[in-house]
């Protein structure tokens, strides 16, 4: 729907997702938030086809991405632990697992956070992640991980539910 | 605190983590709930030293998987798409990452779902994770992302909150 997200709810919004744990609370997630046409209008020809036009129509859209050098916050982060940023800066592969890792746990925490707020959240998948990276984080060691539409939804227009997998097909308790 | 977890809640958090949204609907999350001792005692050796007396210490621990075919479900968890199951099937590396990230996301509203329905969780990422997953899934394609402690925390024993990264830090808003 045309209802506009006061920019103060972002604040709210990644407050509330900062608070959720990262591993060796390393917390790589970075966030921009696409609120004006013009940022847009870079935005949009990056995103797959099927996600354009609900795009242009979102009055917010995050750009949520990892930065691959997080571990260089870690003397801050995780005081106690001296040694912590070389768990993760003796390799690359073992950065970038950490990142994709944790930066999708924080988008977890994002998504429920910003339903919590009363925000509706579209997460696409579907775009060219290595020209957003270029666009919105230049000579950054950034990554994106997901692209998520904010707004206030219009209820009529949802798609029903697809279904979920069963407690049984997923899960099993040792008793 | 030694104060159980009474069985039913597992399944109401996996029914509230399932209702979060992945890519194509592709829910990799697999989950074991280790609630006895035996199997406690199976998983206990396996994890770091740091995490094996909080683990004996919990009424529940939880083991979150992904599993790496999960794209076999999407012809009934994607219906709309026939095609689905080939955007993950065609390369490893392709199901794997995506397997990585969706079960992270599903960690994420995990997570959350415990909190709000009043339990205290303590995610790990320290253990065997080729042990664990020999041990509690033999013969099945599934890694492990996570081991999580699942129970009633006691609040006198809580560290200080580590500290989070600042809005300024993490995002931007592009008004």
């Known amino acids: ?14 407050t509330m997702t900062a608070f959720g744990p990262t591993s060796a609370n390393c917390q790589p997630l970075r966030l921009v938030f696409v609120a004006c046409e013009q940022a847009k209008r870079r935005l949009i020809p990056m995103m797959a086809e099927g996600n354009r036009k609900k795009t ?6 995050a750009i949520l991405a990892y930065d691959l050098r997080f571990y260089e916050h870690l003397p801050r982060l995780y005081p106690h632990q001296p040694d912590a940023p070389f768990w993760f800066s003796s390799s690359e592969l073992v950065a970038r697992e950490a990142a994709v890792k944790n930066s ?21 998948g579907g775009f060219d992640a290595e020209a957003i990276a270029r666009e919105f984080f230049p ?18 227009q949802l798609h ?14 040792l008793l």
Chains 1, 2 share one sequence.
């Open 56 to 61: 242009h129509q979102a009055p917010i859209t």
């Open 139 to 156: 000579n950054m060691p950034y990554e994106i991980n997901l692209v998520c539409n904010l707004g206030y939804g219009d209820k009529s």
């Open 160 to 173: 029903r539910r697809l279904p979920r997998l069963s407690f049984q097909e997923a899960c099993s308790i």
């Open 104 to 124: 999708s746990l924080q988008a977890g925490y994002f998504i429920m956070a910003a339903r919590a707020l009363g925000l509706d959240c579209g997460p696409m």
């Open 1 to 14: 729907m045309n209802r506009p997200v006061p920019p103060e709810l972002l604040s709210r919004l990644y």
